[in-house]
């Protein structure tokens, strides 16, 4: 049976800017006692903790600008027309290939099978479909890739086969895809969730390693341990007061530790349905 820390290490949920304040002032006690093996932990948590702070502000933006703004709903129709030529290109490139075998002689034109097989097996190892099918994100990569072999390794083949003007094409929409998917932000609730549980069970890993290694009731252990879950407890407390008071407690600036108004507070929850991200 798989046992969590949640179920013996009683803490409320922080707010990741109310973590990454504690995270900050955990490390300068850890590194003031010292205590490396804590502090090494402490600074793993504050890194990641520092993208999922990321998350939530990008979070927050989506959910202020609201699920379909008028300029959303046009960067959505520019992605999914870049999507449609930059399928239609690729797809045209592989056929303009595939058109050079048509009618070749296996021995008079040897050479000229032996270098389109090359050349369509480097670019669609996995069949065009592979790429075109894609998630946006996933396409993109795919499409960087070809477009890289095109302007270098197979640069020379390319020419040598006539299909200069096809890779061009490739080439050009394969950019015009890259800024159409900037314009748009993929971000989905699910991530943002789940940067938030690993941010809580790192603070549950580092409250557990600093008891595990200052387990002595008294004496200099104890002291250390007070030392170091000071942090912690106090901002503990401070959610259990807005708990008491039955409101939901506000995230702080995670350098000074200030509670920011409401329209200030990134969301601590609830899924905004997405504008649909997925390519093909």
Do not use: C
């Amino acid at each position: 049976m798989l046992v969590d820390l949640a179920d013996f290490l009683r803490l409320n949920q922080f707010p990741v800017g109310r973590r990454l304040f504690t995270f900050l002032r955990v490390r300068e006690i850890a590194s003031a006692l010292p205590a490396p093996a804590i502090e090494a932990l402490v600074v793993e948590a504050i890194l990641a903790d520092e993208k999922t702070y990321a998350l939530e502000q990008r979070w927050a933006a989506k959910r202020r600008v609201g699920k379909a703004s008028a300029k959303q709903v046009r960067d959505q129709k520019a992605l999914q027309q870049a999507d449609i030529q930059l399928d239609n290109a690729l797809s045209g490139l592989r056929g303009a290939g595939e058109a050079l075998l048509r009618g070749a002689d296996e021995v008079e034109d040897a050479e000229l099978i032996a270098d389109v097989e090359h050349f369509l097996h480097e670019l669609f190892p996995n069949g065009v479909s592979a790429i075109t099918n894609a998630p946006y994100d996933v396409e993109l990569v795919g499409a960087k890739t070809i477009v890289g072999k095109l302007e270098g390794e197979l640069a020379p083949v390319v020419q040598k086969l006539g299909l200069t003007h096809n890779a061009a094409r490739v080439v050009k929409l394969t950019q015009k895809y890259d800024e159409a998917l900037a314009a748009v932000d993929n971000l989905e609730f699910g991530t943002v969730k789940a940067a938030r549980e690993v941010g809580q069970n790192n603070l549950l890993r580092i409250v557990a390693r600093i008891l595990g290694t200052y387990d002595e009731p008294t004496g200099d252990h104890a002291e250390k341990r007070a030392k170091l879950l000071a942090p912690v407890v106090k901002q503990n407390e401070a959610i259990r007061q807005h708990i008491r008071a039955r409101r939901s407690a506000p995230d702080v600036d995670p350098k000074t530790g200030e509670e920011q108004l409401p329209e200030e507070t990134t969301p601590a929850g609830g899924a905004e349905e997405p504008i649909p991200t997925n390519g093909g």
